[in-house]
């Protein structure tokens, strides 16, 4: 069997199987649907290119094969060709590069009303934490964290007073509502992520990273840690609950306080001074 | 100076000849300007040791950086059978812990990138190479190139080393990333990352002094005529990719320094205030995201210093078996060299999601796709040199049109993870494993396989088989395009690099019967490796003689008076060259190729153009 027969198959099934893959990529379930945009512009435009380019090399194998008599042609280079050939890969790639910025500096540009959830990871495991009525975060530093704080809030900051403290590894997120992740990290790099919401973004010990995303399918999701962390990497999941306004008003009702924290741990301390005297 | 030198005997010898050269025509066609420098004096082993151990001689040493580099490299493949184990069928291997995976993981990455590819294309092909296809009888510092070996075998050995010590060798990915990689909580976060840091430090030592010796040689030892635009592109190539290396290669080796200093003295380069089991640690004020640029600024280098050698060497094969000049050369050489300058500029693109300020994704997702257009170049320029040529399907073409789908397979993926909104939702996925394995591991193995097959005549002699060739291409390009093309699909259903298990999360369990297939297809690919092994060892013994230049090639490596050549490579005389390396099938000519030392008196009713 001529070898161009197996290289064709082989693009050929390249092809089929893009079109018939069962694997592929979950619902988007956020406002990222023009991330998947742009990656099927580029399976047609790259796509594209990669078949032209290996069925013209196919081509040439079957009409260009060895033969005693015949004799190459003999060109060293040829101006023209090679300028349209360079003008037209540069509009192709500027093809691609374009929308990607205009999307990226969407991702990058957080819209104002975005709710902000401070997203706490460690060795190996999430918690989260959201602002109260007024609708900010209390500052953080990684060495107040103990066991009447757990997310290392500073006392004397007032924004921190009514922060609503998640510690589980499960969010609820309401529908529709813009959320501006902001990623800490207390140990090494981790990174929130979860497939269906489509963004990214490493956690980093050190500083605040932050990403948004808008939640537009109700639903339970899995969040995966997407950068390596140490041995408990693959174990290290977590879950996004994304619900319709009322349910998530209701879910909100239960969470504890910073404050309803700081006077419970203050009503046990006195509680067990009463026992010691007794 | 020159003067002086003209009056050297050999140089008179030279020059007269060139003069009186020529079969009739006007001998001043033929005119090469005289030696600049006079002949180099080398040191001639004269026992086992001198001859084969501490060797001086560069082919000795590039054949003695092959055969190491492709020991790493199956240590590096048998890791591989094992981390595809535990994906395809956990729990069969009963010994693997998520410990032993990650080292497994990281031990595979570091050993393929760097002691495999990296020392192979340099060390391996560059020592062989360079000197006979610049017309030099040997590196210019012979005694440096033998140290740079033994830097390497010890470099290797401390590598192999931590594989023996208390915690294991690191398991913090081969891209080292602080914190993690020092602290507990990670494998091997104790002796082992300090002897990885270590090893890396004397890689890049002993790299230097081989560098050193290549750019040299290359710029000072070519021989009369050859001047740089008449260099085999594979020469380009390498000199290239060490220009490369030797710039990308310091910010290695400060970071393994920076980070040896922040485990062993408790420095804070890349270490932030840190907590971990309830205790604040004694860091505080480093940048984790400092090394992951130091690292980049290599790493994203290292690509092309793989990729680089590559192209050079797939040009010419490509040409040689084709029987046709490699279309656009000059475009080319400048497409080589413009990749090398882009490939400083680009290192943040593997960081989009790494928490670096955001505003830098748009600088480096236009740099990375300004780079595309003359990776492209080079593509069109190697399918354009089949077009209209008298291509012969042997094994080492097999290899080239191998090389060129997977290439392009590969490098079409990284149009995807470097625009930088496409990257967000792949990165840390399976996709980046597929994409990087089918471009700089799959497709420079390509062309490694199809260099061996085609210098194997000139090493050693004689042919290797050609059926066996035949088998071990076809089962290692279909079982490698079949691990790595379906492996994209992984990350597109989020599947994240990384893990030992997956457990029964929803979009991936969907995938367990092909991370069955991909790991089947993973076995056979790396038997198949074993089918070469077996080739060399038969050919040694009964392989067909190969004669001088059996390819019928033009460059100078084949031209040397005696096959495999000797030490000092060219008798008493060095080549003197009158063109460039690809005069194939020139009209009028006689035969189907013009030597590079073939004189023009001798081809003046030819149709040559380019001299």
């Not at chain 1, 199987?17 to 991330?35: C, Q």
């Not at chain 2, 390009?477 to 492996?487: E, R």
Request: hydrophobic share 45%; proline share 5%; glycine share 10%.
């Amino acid at each position: 069997m001529h070898p161009g027969i197996i290289f064709f198959l082989v693009i050929l099934g390249s092809v089929l199987f893009h079109i018939f893959t069962p694997w592929y990529w979950t619902d988007v379930a956020s406002n990222w649907g023009g991330m998947d945009d742009t990656i099927t512009l580029t399976f047609w435009v790259g796509g594209g290119v990669f078949v032209a380019v290996c069925l013209f090399m196919v081509y040439c194998v079957f009409k260009f094969s060895y033969k005693e008599d015949r004799k190459a042609e003999y060109k060293p280079e040829d101006k023209k060709l090679e300028k349209i050939l360079t003008w037209a890969t540069t509009l192709g790639v500027i093809a691609l590069l374009a929308p990607g910025l205009v999307i990226w500096n969407q991702y990058i540009t957080v819209p104002k009303n975005a709710l902000q959830i401070d997203v706490m990871a460690w060795q190996w495991g999430w918690q989260y934490r959201l602002p109260g009525k007024d609708g900010k975060l209390g500052t953080t530093q990684i060495t107040n964290i103990n066991e009447n704080n757990p997310f290392g809030i500073n006392l004397d900051d007032p924004y921190g007073k009514d922060d609503v403290m998640v510690q589980t590894d499960v969010l609820n997120l309401e529908n529709n509502k813009p959320v501006k992740i902001l990623l800490r990290s207390v140990d090494v790099l981790h990174n929130w992520y979860v497939p269906q919401f489509r963004a990214k973004m490493d956690a980093v010990p050190g500083i605040v990273t932050y990403y948004w995303f808008e939640p537009n399918k109700t639903g339970e999701y899995e969040v995966l840690c997407a950068e390596y962390c140490g041995v408990g990497h693959y174990a290290m999941r977590g879950r996004v609950i994304v619900q319709d306004n009322q349910d998530y008003e209701n879910w909100m009702q239960e969470q504890e306080t910073f404050s309803d924290l700081v006077a419970k741990q203050k009503a046990l301390e006195v509680e067990k001074t009463k026992l010691a005297k007794k | 100076m020159s003067e002086d030198f003209n009056d050297n005997k050999t140089i008179q010898a030279q020059s007269s000849e060139t003069i009186s050269g020529g079969s009739g025509a006007s001998p001043d066609m033929d005119y090469v300007r005289p030696a600049e420098v006079g002949d180099q004096d080398l040191y001639h082993g004269h026992s086992f040791i001198t001859k084969w151990i501490f060797c001086q001689d560069a082919k000795v040493i590039g054949v003695q950086y092959f055969l190491l580099a492709t020991f790493t490299g199956i240590i590096g493949l048998i890791l591989s059978w094992l981390m595809r184990l535990q994906l395809g069928f956990p729990g069969a291997a009963g010994f693997m812990t998520a410990e032993h995976y990650y080292q497994f993981v990281t031990m595979h990455g570091m050993i393929m990138v760097v002691y495999f590819l990296t020392a192979l294309f340099l060390g391996g092909f560059g020592n062989y190479l360079i000197p006979l296809m610049v017309g030099a009888r040997d590196m210019v510092f012979p005694y440096l190139n033998m140290v740079s070996f033994w830097m390497f075998f010890i470099a290797v050995g401390v590598l192999l080393a931590s594989f023996f010590v208390p915690g294991g060798p690191t398991g913090a990915g081969w891209t080292l990333y602080p914190p993690q990689t020092i602290l507990e909580g990670t494998p091997g976060s104790g002796m082992g990352i300090l002897l990885m840091c270590l090893s890396l430090i004397l890689f890049v030592a002993g790299f230097t002094m081989g560098g050193l010796n290549y750019l040299i040689t290359v710029l000072q030892a070519r021989t009369r005529g050859m001047t740089l635009m008449r260099m085999p592109l594979t020469v380009w190539g390498i000199f290239t990719a060490t220009v490369l290396a030797m710039l990308a290669f310091p910010a290695l080796l400060v970071g393994a320094l920076m980070m040896s200093l922040d485990k062993v003295l408790g420095t804070s380069f890349f270490m932030p205030t840190i907590l971990k089991a309830g205790e604040v640690l004694e860091y505080g004020g480093g940048s984790p995201i400092l090394f992951q640029h130091l690292f980049w600024f290599f790493g994203h280098p290292e690509v092309y210093i793989v990729a680089l050698p590559a192209f050079g060497i797939i040009s010419d094969l490509i040409s040689v078996h084709s029987r046709k000049n490699i279309f656009g050369y000059r475009m080319m050489v400048w497409a080589i060299v413009g990749i090398g300058g882009l490939s400083f500029f680009v290192w943040a693109h593997h960081m989009y999601v790494s928490g670096m300020n955001p505003w830098f994704g748009f600088f480096f997702a236009t740099t990375t796709l300004i780079i595309a257009v003359p990776t492209a170049m080079k593509v069109y320029n190697w399918i354009l040199t089949l077009w209209r040529g008298n291509i012969r399907m042997n094994t080492v073409m097999l290899w080239c049109l191998g090389f060129i789908v997977t290439f392009v397979n590969g490098g079409i993926t990284g149009i995807f993870l470097g625009n930088v909104t496409v990257d967000v939702p792949l990165s840390d996925t399976y996709f980046v494993i597929a994409h990087f394995h089918m471009v700089m591991g799959i497709a420079p193995l390509m062309v490694i396989m199809g260099a061996v097959y085609h210098w194997f005549p000139l090493v050693a002699g004689r042919f290797l088989d050609e059926k066996l060739g035949k088998w071990h291409f076809w089962t290692t390009f279909l079982g490698a395009y079949s691990i790595y093309f379906p492996m994209h699909y992984l990350g597109f259903i989020g599947v994240p690099r990384r893990y030992f298990e997956m457990y029964d999360s929803p979009y991936v369990t969907s995938a367990t019967g092909m991370n069955e297939f991909i790991s089947l297809a993973a076995f056979l690919v790396g038997a198949a490796q074993f089918i070469l092994i077996f080739n060399i060892i038969k050919t040694l013994k009964t392989g067909k003689p190969a004669g001088s230049n059996p390819w019928k090639a033009c460059s100078l490596e084949w031209l040397t008076p005696t096959v495999p050549p000797e030490h000092g490579n060219w008798g008493d005389r060095l080549p003197v060259v009158h063109r460039w390396a690809y005069d194939y099938s020139v009209p009028g000519a006689k035969e189907d190729f013009i030597t590079q030392t073939t004189p023009p008196s001798e081809v003046a009713d030819t149709g040559v153009e380019k001299t």
